[in-house]
């Protein structure tokens, strides 16, 4: 990076539970089976926009262990980040785990609450990360957001899921999200 280059914000979103519609068994988030299943929560477009127009970067990271699990299929998780990027043209990258995760003997680096994904994403777009923020409705996310030097928002879905650290932020939809961050967008770094 040249030493006139400019860092930039973000606002780091999670998929499932955050942007669109989750399956919720016995308390606990599930991503959609099917793209036909894939649904957007109403506040996601308008609140994208406001954050794109804020001068923030918008990039999806998201864990999708099930195509590791044999549970679901790359083309179908690929379908619906079609389906998504049509819907948002305001976001800027999207980055995927697709790892099963550590308790199926498949570590790494980027699985939630791991922050692969977001410094991956930081580096390649110049992302400054302490002005930059992460969306996140599960404990994975919030943990996520710390360790890479984000400030965290939950949204909170009322999951029978216990938070691991306090976020910076706790909010009831993504819409309280974006005012969150739009109101102290100048704040400094809450820790």
């Given at each position: 990076m040249g030493e006139h280059e400019i860092m930039r914000r973000a606002v780091f979103l999670d998929r499932d539970g955050v942007i669109n519609k989750p399956v919720v068994r016995e308390g606990r988030p599930q991503p959609p089976a099917e793209v036909n299943?894939?649904?957007?929560?109403e506040d996601v477009p308008?609140?994208?926009a406001q954050l794109e127009a804020a001068g923030y970067l918008l990039v999806v990271v998201t864990n999708q262990p099930d195509v590791a699990r044999g549970a679901q299929t790359r083309r179908v998780v690929e379908?619906?980040?079609r389906k998504m990027l049509a819907a948002l043209p305001q976001i800027a990258r999207v980055e995927v785990c697709w790892h099963a995760g550590a308790?199926?003997?498949?570590p790494c680096d980027c699985r939630k609450p791991q922050p692969g994904m977001v410094l991956r994403a930081a580096n390649a777009l110049n992302i400054d990360l302490t002005q930059s923020f992460l969306i996140g409705d599960r404990w994975r996310d919030?943990?996520?957001g710390h360790a890479a030097g984000c400030r965290t928002v939950f949204i909170d879905r009322n999951y029978s899921e216990a938070l691991k650290q306090p976020p910076d932020w706790s909010v009831q939809s993504f819409g309280q999200a974006v005012e969150v961050i739009l109101r102290t967008e100048r704040a400094p770094v809450r820790r």
């Open positions: 299943d894939w649904e957007l929560y308008a609140g994208c379908a619906m980040q308790d199926w003997a498949d919030v943990d996520c």
